[in-house]
């Protein structure tokens, strides 16, 4: 199973881009790569998947490189409702699907 | 389309006391996992239903819980009897079957062992 890791948190500020990156040594071939957004209280939310280059939707991009071994979500232009925790996970292998959560990226945007 | 419901959104009991926890995933959905999220700690999986079918129940952390998904529709997670440690956030998920990764989460039930 491929684990994740992540920096523990991040401050930016209103307008700035923001780029987290996560780091996933042990991906497999058929795994996707999928972020997701917790605010407080509520559950996690679904940003953006990719499987290998570029993907961009109407809120991030997500970058990843050819060896598939790191990826990176992009924000652009943060506000204070960005401010969340932010997880990357990787899709388990074998057909069982078992996501493993790390400790995510506690993003707090500054006024 | 309705989303994944969790039902209670809150619990408070006592030690030794039996609770159930309902997740209503979205319909059609045939994955369904739990995860939870004790204070201070990472979210961490429980188990992954294929419609009725446990498929991976290897993160259960004991014999006092007890997930079921009878017919393949919603599932519950009981703990009996509760204990202080089991205080935490218990999220409910679900997703489609294919190549689609995406899951959905529901808000999630706080549970509180007195």
């Known amino acids: 199973l491929a684990k994740t890791t992540q920096p523990i948190s991040m401050d930016s500020y209103e307008g700035q881009e923001v780029n987290i990156t996560c780091s996933h040594n042990?991906?497999?071939?058929?795994?996707?790569i999928t972020w997701y957004q917790q605010f407080p209280s509520q559950g996690p939310r679904f940003i953006i998947q990719?499987?290998?280059t570029k993907v961009t939707n109407e809120v991030a991009s997500l970058f990843i490189p050819a060896d598939r071994k790191s990826s990176t979500l992009s924000l652009p232009r943060v506000s204070l409702s960005d401010t969340a925790v932010y997880y990357c996970l990787v899709g388990a292998t074998s057909g069982t699907y078992k996501y493993i959560f790390g400790t995510g990226t506690r993003l707090k945007v500054l006024a | 389309e309705a989303g994944v419901t969790q039902f209670p959104s809150h619990s408070v009991i006592e030690k030794g006391q039996t609770v159930t926890l309902r997740c209503d995933p979205i319909s059609g959905h045939d994955n369904l996992y739990w995860y939870r999220r004790v204070m201070g700690k990472e979210i961490k999986f429980l188990l992954h239903f294929v419609k009725e079918s446990k498929q991976d129940e290897s993160g259960m952390p004991n014999n006092r819980f007890l997930a079921e998904r009878t017919g393949g529709t919603y599932s519950t997670l009981k703990v009996q009897p509760a204990e202080l440690e089991d205080s935490g956030v218990y999220f409910c998920?679900?997703?489609?079957?294919?190549?689609?990764?995406?899951?959905?989460f529901g808000s999630g039930t706080q549970l509180s062992v007195l």
């Open positions: 042990n991906i497999a071939t058929n795994d996707y």
């Open positions: 990719g499987y290998k």
């Open positions: 998920a679900s997703r489609d079957s294919g190549l689609d990764e995406k899951l959905f």
